[in-house]
């Protein structure tokens, strides 16, 4: 089992930054992708971006390539989001994912996550 715990969330203005955390404990393993998910109210959920365990691969959604990025930490099973130029349509649940596979193209059909954290941009 793997826990998953994200902090960071809030509102923000239009045009501003938020960074989110994300750590991952339990059976984690040293070579598994980690990434983030979105679920705006009344949508599905869908991938925002993912970094393999190096840290050396990252993929991003098209909807937040050049405003987000996503970073490992210096601990071990912890990455961040930093997420800049937010729009309203930046609104929803973010979800840290941790997944069983080594791709940063994460399939959320396995993953385990996190309870999810809201990000609210006002315009």
């Known amino acids: 089992q793997v826990q998953l715990v994200e902090s960071g969330g809030g509102l923000v203005q239009a045009g501003g930054s938020l960074r989110l955390d994300c750590a991952a404990s339990?059976?984690?393993?040293?070579?598994?992708?980690m990434g983030w998910f979105r679920q705006a109210p009344g949508k599905e959920r869908e991938f925002v971006g993912g970094?393999?365990?190096?840290?050396?691969?990252?993929y991003y959604a098209d909807s937040v390539k050049g405003r987000f990025t996503i970073s490992r930490g210096d601990v071990k099973n912890t990455i961040y989001l930093q997420m800049s130029s937010l729009e309203p349509e930046d609104t929803a649940v973010y979800y840290c994912?941790?997944?069983?596979?080594?791709?940063?193209?994460?399939?959320?059909?396995?993953?385990?996550w996190g309870r999810g954290t809201q990000v609210t941009v006002s315009s």
């Open positions: 994912a941790w997944s069983w596979g080594t791709s940063a193209r994460i399939d959320w059909r396995s993953v385990y």
């Open positions: 339990g059976r984690t393993f040293s070579r598994n992708a």
């Open positions: 970094i393999t365990a190096s840290g050396t691969t990252i």
